[in-house]
């Protein structure tokens, strides 16, 4: 097998993206509902740094001010509106997890060694794109699966699938990076109406329940 | 004609932006009205399509025959939904009730205006945008109700299916690098480029990027086993929003895997996404016909008939020949009619008696002899009976199956449909054609209500005869009739004398799938 070097571009690109699959862990072993929130703006901010070095490297103009847009939206908004809710509900502790924290590390790893080489072993890859980052994205994918399943209370599931959102960006950027402004902005938008419904129906939950536990919602079976 | 294209976009969200504005008494005229110009619209873009191969406005609007059968199945729904509402709502008249219908119709309009973005827009990219936004739009208006089920049901619909669209944005995106390849680095994702595109792309891509968006819209389509938020969506919500999720949201993620399918068969030949439809179609269906042995609530027994007919769809399209093809859109059409009006007739017997529990309604169609009786022909529909537009269609399915070499896959599809009619079937007749209330001697003395011995759910049968004591003879609203008669003259036109010009966009659009 011939040794492949990547370049320094592709190096930092894969840096970047480790880092965000690296927050993807923290997030779950994080106990605290305010900690998720902050490390998922960490993880938006490492996408905002990736989208700068995709920019720089291929010389694509537009796609600083989808970096831009992306810090403005994932870096800030969003994790405003999510700490007001939480300081609205007044709940600090995320609900327990249906494992214990070794056993979920164990089991996010395996998942997302699967998921690496899974698509590694797609060969999707080109002269100008590096595959290994594709294959990270889709680890952080599958960690946030992992995520959205184990943890028992709305606000970890909603945040799980917005730090799921920040896997598929990772993945857009690096091999879809030409993909047309127009358009981009237009998937970060559907995010935030996306987090105003979960916010609604957190809230709803909330004021319902008493509560952000799922463990209430089992009435509809069969 | 492209002004047609902008003018089917802007309308309906233009009435929802306006309805959240207006009195109610207004939205309750507005939204019909808004359906049937969607409605008049989608019919006068058949013409168009059927001489010009397809109608393009600006570079984002792009409508072929196959886009116009998924219009005319939702701006349909759209309106005989929208004359439904305004005989099911009944608001307070206190300004809780008026926030609950401004609420409720500007949802309404605006979801239906997102389905119909889905099979106008070009782009691939923004029909994922569409179909997003139909998710966030109907889970509010699942949560609308304010109950702790309803809640439930929408947090599970928002969480699922948006995991699903996480999926299906992947798939997005996978196809579109497999376009670099063929387009450079920088291009515009259009389904009408890809499918030109053809054999050039890169096989094992397209593959990736075929079972993600089946994966992906499947979630929302309810294909099993990611069908999970469907039975308790459907049951939850508003009844018109369960008539729309159902007739046709469903169908919208049916579009999209379809726009998949085209591409990857154009490059890499139809078996590989041919047997994957086919493997999700199959338990679908499977599932979907044992879970209907065993339902009590009648919205429930519905969703998962929505299962059963998305399995239909799938198999059908795993056939591959040009008369499955045109079972396969009829089938699309005659669903949002039949589907349409059955849940018209679920909302008219929860209206009237209170209760979704099937084994506490006796005498359904004594009680509501229009809607009633209504509610059992929709049912037989459903069950492909002729006359009804549902029969055609699924004969077609059936025997462009039996000209396939696996002909054994149309025998399970005959076996698992009829397994399903059971289902549906014994429950109906149950719940409708017993008799109940009606009967003035009964209605006297309500415990004496006869059941057979062997009734399936016995032991229920003192407290049904309770719930169906307290019922008068009587329609709940005028409006109610209207909708569901609308949807049953559709089905019979459907089954018995389909429209030349429908006839031709079916062939037209099951060629469009059958390109190599």
Not at chain 1, 191 to 204: D, E, K, N, T
Not at chain 2, 148 to 155: F, G, L, M, N, S
């Amino acid at each position: 097998m011939p040794v492949h070097v990547p370049s320094t571009t592709a190096g930092v690109e894969d840096v970047v993206a480790v880092l965000v699959l690296l927050t993807e862990f923290a997030m779950l072993r994080g106990p605290l509902l305010r900690s998720q929130v902050r490390l998922y703006a960490f993880q938006s901010l490492a996408v905002s740094v990736l989208a700068v070095v995709v920019a720089a490297t291929r010389h694509l103009a537009d796609i600083y001010a989808l970096a831009g847009l992306s810090f403005v939206l994932k870096v800030v908004i969003v994790p405003a509106v999510m700490t007001r809710l939480l300081r609205d509900v007044d709940v600090d502790l995320a609900g327990s997890s249906k494992l214990g924290v070794a056993s979920s590390m164990l089991v996010a790893l395996a998942v997302s060694v699967f998921g690496f080489f899974a698509v590694g072993s797609l060969h999707v890859h080109s002269s100008l794109l590096p595959s290994t980052t594709l294959a990270v994205a889709s680890a952080v994918v599958l960690v946030a699966f992992v995520l959205i399943v184990l943890r028992s209370d709305v606000v970890s599931q909603a945040m799980g699938f917005f730090s799921l959102e920040n896997g598929v960006s990772i993945a857009g950027l690096v091999i879809a990076a030409g993909l047309p402004l127009v358009v981009e902005t237009t998937f970060l938008f559907d995010l935030l109406v996306a987090v105003v419904a979960f916010g609604i129906i957190i809230r709803v939950h909330h004021g319902r329940s008493r509560t952000l536990s799922t463990d209430e919602l089992d009435r509809l079976r069969g | 004609m492209a002004a047609l294209l902008v003018v089917l976009l802007a309308f309906p969200f233009a009435v929802g932006v306006v309805s959240y504005l207006v009195p109610v008494r207004v939205s309750k005229v507005l939204a019909p009205v808004s359906g049937a110009v969607a409605f008049a619209l989608s019919i006068a873009l058949v013409p168009a399509v059927l001489t010009h191969g397809h109608i393009t406005a600006g570079s984002e609007l792009r409508v072929d025959s196959l886009s116009v059968v998924f219009l005319i199945a939702t701006s349909f729904l759209y309106l005989a939904t929208a004359i439904f509402s305004a005989g099911y709502l009944h608001l307070d008249s206190g300004p809780a009730g008026a926030r609950y219908g401004r609420r409720f119709y500007a949802g309404l309009n605006v979801f239906c205006w997102a389905m119909l973005a889905a099979p106008l827009v070009s782009g691939l990219a923004l029909l994922w945008v569409a179909i997003e936004v139909t998710t966030v739009v109907s889970a509010l208006l699942v949560a609308i109700d304010d109950t702790e089920t309803a809640t439930e049901a929408a947090w599970k619909y928002v969480l699922i299916a948006s995991m699903g669209l996480g999926i299906s944005l992947l798939a997005t995106i996978v196809l579109y690098y497999a376009g670099t390849s063929v387009f450079g680095a920088g291009y515009d994702l259009s389904y009408a480029k890809m499918l030109a595109a053809g054999h050039h792309l890169p096989p094992e891509v397209l593959r990736l990027a075929f079972v993600l968006a089946v994966l992906g819209y499947g979630t929302k389509m309810g294909l099993v086993p990611v069908h999970t938020w469907l039975p308790d969506a459907h049951s939850e919500a508003p009844t018109p929003v369960s008539a729309l999720l159902s007739g046709a949201l469903l169908a919208t993620s049916f579009y999209a895997i379809l726009r998949y399918y085209q591409i990857t068969a154009a490059a890499i030949g139809s078996v590989f996404p041919r047997n994957v439809l086919l493997v999700f179609g199959l338990a679908s269906l499977l599932l979907a016909a044992l879970y209907l042995l065993r339902q009590r609530d009648i919205k429930r027994m519905l969703a998962y008939s929505s299962i059963e007919h998305m399995g239909v769809l799938a198999i059908g399209v795993s056939f591959g020949v040009t008369l499955a093809f045109i079972g396969v859109l009829l089938h699309v059409l005659a669903h949002a009619a039949a589907k349409g009006t059955a849940f018209f007739g679920a909302g008219s017997v929860v209206r009237k008696f209170g209760t979704k529990d099937m084994a506490l309604v006796r005498g359904g169609v004594g009680a509501l002899p229009w809607s009633g009786s209504m509610l059992v022909a929709a049912v037989l529909a459903l069950s492909a009976m002729p006359p009804f537009g549902l029969f055609r269609s699924e004969f077609l399915i059936v025997s462009g199956g039996l000209s396939d070499p696996r002909y054994a896959v149309a025998a399970v599809l005959v076996v698992l449909v009829t397994l399903a009619f059971v289902g549906l079937g014994w429950s109906t007749t149950q719940t409708m054609l017993t008799t109940g209330p009606a009967d003035a001697a009964l209605a006297a003395a309500p415990h004496a209500t006869p059941h057979t011995p062997h009734a399936p759910h016995a032991p229920h049968a003192p407290h049904a005869a309770v719930v169906s004591s307290r019922v008068r003879k009587g329609e709940v609203s005028p409006w109610i009739v209207l909708a569901m008669a609308l949807g049953i003259a559709a089905l019979v036109l459907l089954g018995v004398h389909l429209p030349a010009d429908l006839s031709r966009l079916l062939d037209h659009a099951a060629h469009e799938l059958r390109t190599p």
